[in-house]
């Protein structure tokens, strides 16, 4: 069989060099004992590593031309996709592959959950293939898990292969980055957003338009957008009431933070919130930016343009400059887990 013919029939919108370099590995066998996947969300990281997997594990590799071949017993053991949906935090989606996610409700990736995947790892694998884990959120690791984890990476075993998944790559122990083999996500071109949606939705031109521009290079997210109407409709709504945010007194701006965190957010949920507003915010800033310089035409939130055109009057530049350095200090204050609330109040306080 010509190995270069090796097709991957991943769900993946762009970062070719990714699927390029995986390909490779496919064909030569030259798979790395550990990986870091890095890049922003909704770029599909989950996805490539869960399909990786899939075709690891895939008792066709080396005889089918599609990986993963979807025929034979391993591959019937999951369904595709299904890893990202699984809602236990070790959740067994195939005797081989474990995945491990941070709860919901707390703050790390914890020490038990790290030792189970280890012992998952160590345990003979189902028919002598891979044994494969992959841990997301892998950035907010504690200290103790992480320094488990070198362990294993320190005595690689063959065919264990272990995936790690964070936005940010300097969050991770410089130990266990240097010991793994990083892959780089980046933001997909808007104009390729665009094409797939008019082409696989079968939308107009003007929502396919809107949608690629909102989701600031991220084809799941412009997917979300399209097809999970109230995710869209809480996207829009906080969007103009930010955009009406500048006109009110700071009495007015409180009471709006108060109602977009919601009276149950707390914990990492709220500081998850917060940091989307905030992205928001940063998001209409430069918007308004464009607007100020005469390029309407390049705004991210196309949806509200003209409530933006309005607000780009009352907003000159220097303030917008402002909020936007306010924004920053904002996103750091949320990183060195100050109360959500009082982030976005810091911001408000501002301009
Ligand atoms: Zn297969």
Redesign the pocket.
Known sequence: MNNSAIQLNWPLLGNEHILNYLRKSLTTGEVSGSYVFVGPDDLGKTTVASHFA??L?????GK?SV??????????QHRLGRVDEAEDSLASVHADLHLVKKDKEKKNVSIEQTRDLIKALSMSSFMNSYKIGIIKHADTMSSEAANALLKTLEEPRNKVVVILISTDLAKLPETIVSRSQVLRFHQVSTDVIYQYLVKEFGIGRVQAKNLARLSLGRPALAVKFLQDQEFYQSYFKRTESLLNFWRMDLNGRFAAINEMLGPKASGQEAAGLARRILETWQGLARDLILCNSGQVDLVQHEIVREDLELAGKSLPLPLIMELLRSIKQAEDYLRANVNPKSALEYVAMSV
């Open positions: 899939y075709s594990l895939c008792q066709n590799r089918s990986l993963p071949c979807g025929q034979c017993p391993s591959c019937r």
